[in-house]
């Protein structure tokens, strides 16, 4: 089984840009998409990418997916902050053996 | 516009059942392979079980294998999760999920 390690918590000012990390511990990030959820104070998820760039419709463009082969990562990058993006995010991943790995889950805090 | 919509949720003595729907719609839900995906308390989300679009493959957790059963009915664009022997670190929201839409989830409580 391999993990998906995300930083605890990362924080910025509104209009800034703020970059959230995902890295797999073992098998390649590029060989299975990633996805990325939002989760504000609660409600359910929300897929913000999937297929490790695609923005689902209504995801405004702010939001944008990459993988880095290697540092063996990937990055949800959130540029021009609003206070509304304050939220847990998620990544997650599979692969053959593993359908759905979670990441722990990185708390954003934009103040 | 796509909705899926958990029921069955609620209060449950330890080594009870409990049976979970989701109602899915603005989709082909024939198409797409389903998820169950829980949230206890304060923690972070934690993948439960799979079912591929016509049942071929279905995947459970090692935490719940053996206890939970994912099942589908495709006619009636309904998800299913079946839960046994049910224990309190069962106690979670569970959402029904695709690759790309959520549920609102339901409550599972377990407790005597």
């Known amino acids: 089984n391999f993990m998906l390690t995300q930083p605890h918590s990362v924080s910025e000012s509104p209009g800034k840009t703020v970059t959230i990390s995902c890295t797999r511990s073992?098998?390649?990030?590029?060989?299975?998409?990633v996805q990325w959820y939002q989760q504000r104070p609660g409600s359910a998820p929300t897929t913000v990418i999937y297929e490790d760039n695609q923005r689902p419709s209504g995801v405004p463009d702010r939001f944008s997916g990459s993988i880095d082969s290697s540092s063996n990562s990937a990055s949800l990058t959130i540029s021009g902050l609003k206070t509304e993006d304050e939220a847990d995010y998620y990544c997650q991943s599979y692969d053959s053996s593993n359908p759905v790995v979670f990441g722990g889950g990185t708390k954003l805090t934009v103040l | 516009e796509v909705q899926l919509v958990e029921s069955g949720g609620g209060l449950v003595k330890p080594g009870g059942s409990l049976r979970l729907s989701c109602a899915a719609s603005?989709?082909?839900?024939?198409?797409?392979?389903m998820n169950w995906v829980r949230q206890a308390p304060g923690k972070g989300l934690e993948w439960v079980s799979s079912?591929?679009?016509?049942?071929?493959?279905?995947y459970y957790a090692d935490s719940v294998k053996g206890r939970f059963t994912i099942s589908r009915d495709n006619a009636k664009n309904s998800l299913y999760l079946q839960m046994n022997s049910l224990r309190a670190e069962d106690t979670a929201v569970y959402y029904c999920?695709?690759?790309?839409?959520w549920g609102q989830g339901t409550l599972v409580t377990v407790s005597s």
């Open positions: 999920a695709r690759d790309t839409a």
């Open positions: 079912i591929s679009s016509s049942s071929s493959y279905i």
């Open positions: 073992s098998g390649s990030i590029a060989s299975n998409y």
């Open positions: 603005g989709f082909t839900f024939s198409s797409y392979s």
